[in-house]
Nanobody
């Protein structure tokens, strides 16, 4: 499985941005897809995920109500819709996946994309 994240860029605070993560391979619908981010000088942190079995979503408190994860299984793509962006959302955003599991930690994800940079200016 290969993951390719895209859609990052430079935006103003309050703007919206949608990231995409395209996956190779089959059975995309059987993978839980997660989004993570790493800000400069900080450790990578969980943003949210969409489960393989029922498309339920779960978000970090820091993005809840502002970010939305969705998936299009026909296109093998997961999206991260980010609204009301804040300067503290500036980070490299990574997508990750794992087959038929709902990980509780970052270590539970088997495949990782290369990351896309989001910069939010104040």
């Amino acid at each position: 499985v290969q993951l390719q994240a895209s859609g990052g860029g430079l935006v103003q605070a309050g703007d919206s941005l949608r990231l995409s993560c395209a996956a190779s391979g089959r059975r995309f619908s059987s993978y839980t897809m997660g989004w993570f981010r790493q800000a400069p000088g900080k450790e990578r942190e969980f943003v949210g995920r969409i489960s393989w079995n029922d498309d339920s979503t779960y978000y970090a408190d820091s993005v809840k109500g502002r970010f939305t994860i969705s998936r299009d299984n026909a296109k093998n793509t997961v999206y991260l819709e980010m609204n009301s962006l804040k300067p503290e959302d500036t980070a490299v955003y990574y997508c990750a996946s794992v087959y038929k599991t709902i990980p509780g930690t970052e270590g539970g994800y088997a495949y990782w994309g290369q990351g896309t940079l989001v910069t939010v200016s104040s």
